[in-house]
C-alpha cells in the first residue's frame, strides 16, 4: 500500500510539473497573470497606506 501511494504522489507531482512547463514555454499568460496579481495583494498588504508629503522636483537640462 505505501509502494502505491509513493507511487500515486510521483505521478501527480511529474503531472504538476509538465503542466506549469506547459504553461511556462507556450506563452499563455496564465503564470504571468498569477504573478502580477500575487504583486497587487502583496503591494495592498504591506505599502505604506499614506504617500510621503515630502517631494523634491529635479530638473535636469543642458546647463547642469
Request: hydrophobic share 50%; charged share 20%; glycine share 4%.
Amino acid at each position: 500500500m505505501k509502494s502505491s501511494q509513493k507511487t500515486s504522489d510521483w505521478v501527480i507531482g511529474l503531472l504538476i510539473t509538465v503542466v506549469f512547463c506547459i504553461f511556462f514555454y507556450t506563452k499563455t499568460g496564465f503564470l504571468e497573470t498569477i504573478e502580477l496579481k500575487s504583486y497587487d495583494l502583496r503591494m495592498a498588504l504591506f505599502a505604506s497606506a499614506r504617500p510621503s508629503a515630502e517631494i523634491a522636483i529635479v530638473a535636469i537640462d543642458d546647463e547642469s
